[in-house]
């Protein structure tokens, strides 16, 4: 965990193997009509998932030697974590959103991806995830992100941002909902600025 470092695809495409290790995750979403208790807009469904370690973070995982780019990497790793609804997914370079690596000694580069699927497409991934390969194992279950904030101004995005994210997957995830424009943005930097860390 801690803090990390932006790095553009071509400069993190450098940090060869076997010294340097490359992992790869995606946020799947897709927009998603209705109010929760017809009140709070949801805005959209976008998944994140419970790791075997007890920290939140995104579909996604290590490129082995033998995956011939990143994103075959990537594709491999959400069929090994969402099962056989994600054999029809193929996120792409189009998909490709940042590098980071960590500030520390550790020799990590993660690659992060976001991908726009229809509510229909995203439900029949979350139908089809218990029958993963990796379900109940790496993967606990798989979460859809709360995109509101509830009228104590904490349940919703705040409370959410408040659990224990692994790597820079809680950066990755306010970057993504910003840059997206997954929720009002006043909305979104009100639930960050709340639940920052203290020092
Ligand atoms: P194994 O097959 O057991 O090695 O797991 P994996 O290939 O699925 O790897 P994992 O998803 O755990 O990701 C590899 C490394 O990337 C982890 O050790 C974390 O440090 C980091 N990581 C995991 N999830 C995320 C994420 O959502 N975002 C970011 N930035 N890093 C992550
Ligand atoms: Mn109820
Ligand atoms: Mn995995
Ligand atoms: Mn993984
Ligand atoms: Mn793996
Ligand atoms: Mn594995």
């Known amino acids: 965990m801690g803090e990390s470092r932006a790095l553009s695809r ?3 495409l450098q940090l060869a193997p076997p010294d340097w ?3 790869c995750h995606a946020l799947l979403y897709a927009p998603c009509p209705g109010r929760l208790f017809g009140k709070f807009p ?3 469904a976008a998944l994140m998932q419970m790791r075997f370690d007890g920290r939140l973070g995104f579909p996604g995982g290590f490129v082995d030697p033998q ?4 994103e075959e990497g990537l594709n491999r790793e959400l069929h090994e974590e969402l099962g056989p609804g994600a054999a029809s997914l193929h996120v792409a370079e189009d998909h490709y959103l940042s590098s980071h690596v960590p500030e520390g000694p550790r020799r990590v580069v993660t690659h992060f991806y976001a991908k726009q699927l229809t509510l229909e497409e995203l439900r029949t991934l979350e139908d089809r995830a218990t029958q993963a390969k990796e379900h109940g194992l790496e993967v606990m279950g798989l979460i859809r992100v709360p995109l509101y904030t ?3 101004g904490v349940g919703g995005l705040p409370a959410f941002l408040s659990n224990t994210f692994i790597g820079n997957s809680r950066e990755q995830l306010i970057h993504a ?5 997954l929720m009002p943005r006043e909305q ?7 639940t920052q860390k203290r020092p």
Request: hydrophobic letters at 50%.
């Open 10 to 12: 071509a400069e993190a």
């Open 21 to 23: 290790q490359h992992a």
């Open 42 to 44: 949801l805005h959209f």
């Open 67 to 70: 995956d011939v780019s990143l």
């Open 150 to 152: 509830l009228s104590d």
């Open 177 to 181: 909902l910003d840059t997206l424009q």
């Open 188 to 194: 979104l930097q009100k639930a960050v600025t709340m």
